[in-house]
């Protein structure tokens, strides 16, 4: 159980617990009148009512529960449950990885521990429900990356669909969503840690071309290796970073 922020005034910390239990109670009716993503809410006056609360008190949890993408207000039209959308988290940790960068970089490191335990840990079920054209389709993807690295060009979105290929077979739009949180908080952290993209693109088309080798040899442990492995330069900058510290 958290402990009271010793920072924060009594009646402070009691209107934020108070404000946190709305936000639940909000929550729980939706559940409890089993609505989906893009159904109507009650109406400003329905949910005041069911919750026994004044309608300035209902705005204030409304606007933190749309911050965090749990209901959507459409102005004129209602408010409704959101749709799946994960830029609050994506903020949040861009946030985090950024703040610790002024730092250690301990959440930056965090956040590389997540995505390569994702990745190495999650590729083997993937390979198992590969097609001979989900296959072709990551081939010609890798072969983008070697054209452009030829070129001396970046090839950052075509990174990106590689990795989201290597993981489609899956059907887990959670997993994606992930995925696509990794990618902006790392482009945030490249940024920070003054990482030139244009060094060694070719290095990095054959670290993508090592790990289709290995899946389309069906090497479940060399794909899982090979993907760990693939972490290690932002896991070196980030040590670099530990170390000047």
Same mark, same amino acid.
């Given at each position: 159980?958290?402990?009271?922020?010793? $920072? =924060?005034?009594?009646?402070?910390?009691? +209107?934020?617990?108070?404000?946190?239990?709305? #936000? *639940?109670?909000?929550?729980? %009716?939706?559940?409890?009148?089993?609505?989906?993503?893009?159904?109507?809410?009650?109406?400003?006056?329905?949910?005041?009512?069911?919750?026994?609360?004044?309608?300035?008190?209902?705005?204030?949890?409304?606007?933190?529960?749309?911050?965090?993408?749990?209901?959507?207000?459409?102005?004129?039209?209602?408010?409704?449950?959101?749709?799946?959308?994960?830029?609050?988290?994506?903020?949040?940790?861009?946030?985090?990885?950024?703040? $610790? =960068?002024?730092?250690?970089?301990?959440? +930056?490191?965090?956040?590389?521990?997540?995505? #390569? *335990?994702?990745?190495?840990? %999650?590729?083997?079920?993937?390979?198992?429900?590969?097609?001979?054209?989900?296959?072709?389709?990551?081939?010609?993807?890798?072969?983008?990356?070697?054209?452009?690295?030829?070129?001396?060009?970046?090839?950052?979105?075509?990174?990106?669909?590689?990795?989201?290929?290597?993981?489609?077979?899956?059907?887990?739009?959670?997993?994606?969503?992930?995925?696509?949180?990794?990618?902006?908080?790392?482009?945030?952290?490249?940024?920070?840690?003054?990482?030139?993209?244009?060094?060694?693109?070719?290095?990095?088309?054959?670290?993508?071309?090592?790990?289709?080798?290995?899946?389309?040899?069906?090497?479940?442990?060399?794909?899982?290796?090979?993907?760990?492995?693939?972490?290690?330069?932002?896991?070196?900058?980030?040590?670099?970073?530990?170390?000047?510290?």
């Amino acid at each position: 159980m958290s402990l009271p922020d010793a $920072s =924060l005034p009594p009646a402070r910390f009691s +209107a934020q617990n108070r404000s946190r239990a709305l #936000q *639940a109670e909000i929550m729980e %009716l939706i559940l409890n009148r089993d609505l989906k993503a893009g159904d109507a809410l009650p109406t400003e006056a329905e949910l005041a009512g069911a919750l026994g609360i004044g309608r300035n008190t209902l705005r204030e949890a409304l606007k933190v529960l749309q911050a965090l993408g749990v209901v959507e207000i459409r102005h004129g039209f209602g408010m409704f449950v959101a749709p799946a959308n994960f830029d609050a988290l994506a903020d949040g940790l861009t946030f985090r990885g950024r703040l $610790s =960068l002024r730092h250690e970089g301990k959440e +930056a490191l965090q956040l590389v521990d997540v995505r #390569q *335990a994702l990745e190495a840990g %999650l590729v083997g079920e993937a390979m198992d429900l590969f097609t001979p054209e989900h296959l072709a389709d990551i081939e010609a993807t890798v072969r983008q990356m070697e054209a452009l690295a030829e070129r001396g060009e970046i090839f950052t979105e075509v990174d990106e669909t590689f990795h989201y290929q290597l993981f489609e077979p899956l059907g887990n739009e959670l997993l994606s969503n992930l995925m696509s949180v990794f990618w902006k908080v790392y482009g945030k952290i490249h940024s920070e840690l003054g990482v030139d993209p244009l060094i060694n693109l070719r290095e990095t088309a054959a670290v993508h071309r090592d790990i289709f080798e290995a899946v389309k040899d069906g090497d479940k442990e060399l794909a899982s290796e090979r993907l760990r492995r693939h972490f290690d330069g932002i896991r070196a900058e980030l040590a670099k970073l530990h170390e000047a510290s």
